[in-house]
């Protein structure tokens, strides 16, 4: 799916973006149409798009922004998709959920055979500078390109292994929310309560993120489970108690065998990197406030007025950042303005709030918690990379957000539970 069909100078679309294009065309009478539950969505999409279409109108690029353009529009064509299916067959939610598990536990398995036979077990002909670090260090990234996506990817899809589907549930009425119908289904064979092979798949997560190297990671997964920590009842709370005993005496007699605990050392060092490249975009967003410099534009645009490259041995100019402000929040920002920025994060803090006051109401499963558990721990990473250029993550995310809007707005409601 992440896969480039196009130039960078044609937007380097990907197999998902042609996929979704034409899927779009295929089923074009099913895009038009528009429930009540989505109003808020498809006028949230229609700002986005007025603001992004007239930053890239105001931009000094604006060939290159409006083509790049090109690539937002698949993403909401998945997402309609993807709820209109799960809202027609709610066992299709259940299966998109298994599929979420089981490519992120094969993303463990490829860990497993890139330690064993080295980087060059990849799909890409060359990884990102950071997997090799000083004294032949190595952070894995498993099948993506950079350790830190993985890790973002990680943190978001751990959470999944705490979700257990029970089999009774409760058809409601779609256009009158919260109005049960005359109809139960039992087809589901009972899961109950997760048990310790749940939590093992969950500890099995936090080993192959140790790999990845990456801090901002780590913490965004403990703040996760600490979020759970307020939830969940007395099992998960020993659960996590534990964990946490396991990672101070990990901390206090390994630290200087775990790679991801030795590279705290350069805090500073890196701060100071990122806070240069946080300045410039500072810089950049002040004088584009409200629209922005255009989708798209942030690496021309540096690579136009940037003071931070360096210049190797073969006289070549490198941009530090890789194209990215190494910040997500400041890259939302830079190209999109506080327009684009406020816009970006409703569609996702919207569901959570939604999700959380259903459920407080009775009308949501658990799931709400554990899905905003996995949003967090992603919002924490983000700080310090940007990663929704990478399809993976970004399909993720949309993932997370679709089925808390669904779990908001139940038609069949699965109730379930975690120790």
């Not at 005359?182 to 997560?205: C, E, Q």
């Not at 989708?295 to 360096?310: D, E, L, M, W």
């Not at 400041?330 to 816009?343: K, Q, R, S, V």
């Not at 949501?364 to 990478?390: N, R």
Request: with cysteine.
């Amino acid at each position: 799916m992440d896969l480039a069909i196009t130039t960078v100078e044609w937007g380097r679309l990907r197999v998902f973006d042609f996929v979704s294009y034409i899927f779009f065309v295929a089923f074009f009478s099913d895009f038009v149409k528009i429930r009540r539950v989505f109003l808020i969505y498809n006028i949230l999409f229609c700002l986005f798009i007025l603001v992004l279409v007239f930053g890239s109108l105001n931009s000094p690029y604006i060939k290159n922004s409006l083509i790049a353009l090109s690539a937002v529009f698949p993403v909401f064509i998945y997402a309609k998709a993807l709820l209109t299916e799960c809202f027609a067959d709610r066992e299709f939610q259940k299966k998109v959920v298994q599929t979420l598990k089981i490519v992120c536990l094969f993303s463990v398995l490829f860990l497993v055979i890139q330690m064993i036979v080295g980087l060059r077990f990849t799909f890409y002909p060359v990884l990102n500078r950071n997997t090799s670090i000083e004294e032949g260090v190595i952070r894995y990234p498993s099948f993506f390109h950079d350790p830190q996506m993985y890790g973002q990817y990680l943190v978001m899809t751990s959470f999944l292994f705490f979700i257990n589907y029970k089999d009774e549930t409760t058809l409601v009425n779609i256009n009158a929310i919260g109005q049960k119908l005359t109809a139960a289904f039992r087809n589901n064979k009972p899961i109950g309560y997760p048990d310790i092979k749940n939590y093992f798949f969950f500890l099995v997560i936090i080993v192959a993120l140790l790999q990845t190297g990456g801090r901002s990671a780590l913490v965004a997964i403990f703040a996760g489970m600490i979020f759970l920590f307020f939830v969940f009842g007395t099992h998960y709370k020993m659960i996590i108690a534990s964990i946490l005993i396991v990672g101070a005496a990990v901390f206090l007699f390994f630290s200087s065998s775990l790679m991801i605990l030795n590279r705290a050392g350069h805090l500073d060092e890196d701060y100071a990197f990122r806070e240069a490249l946080w300045n410039e975009a500072r810089g950049i967003y002040l004088k584009h406030p409200l629209l922005g410099i255009g989708s798209g534009n942030f690496k021309p645009y540096n690579a136009n007025y940037s003071n931070n490259y360096t210049i190797n041995e073969d006289n070549e100019v490198l941009f530090f950042g890789y194209g990215q402000p190494e910040s997500g929040y400041w890259m939302i920002l830079t190209e999109t303005g506080a327009l684009g920025f406020i816009i970006t994060f409703l569609f996702i803090l919207r569901p959570v709030y939604t999700g959380i006051k259903s459920y407080l109401s009775g009308h949501a499963s658990i799931i709400v918690f554990i899905l905003t558990a996995g949003l967090i721990s992603w919002l924490i990473t983000f700080i310090a990379a940007y990663s929704l250029f990478d399809k993976r993550i970004l399909l993720t995310l949309i993932t997370f957000i679709c089925i808390l809007i669904l779990e908001s707005n139940n038609k069949l409601t699965y109730e379930a539970e975690i120790q």
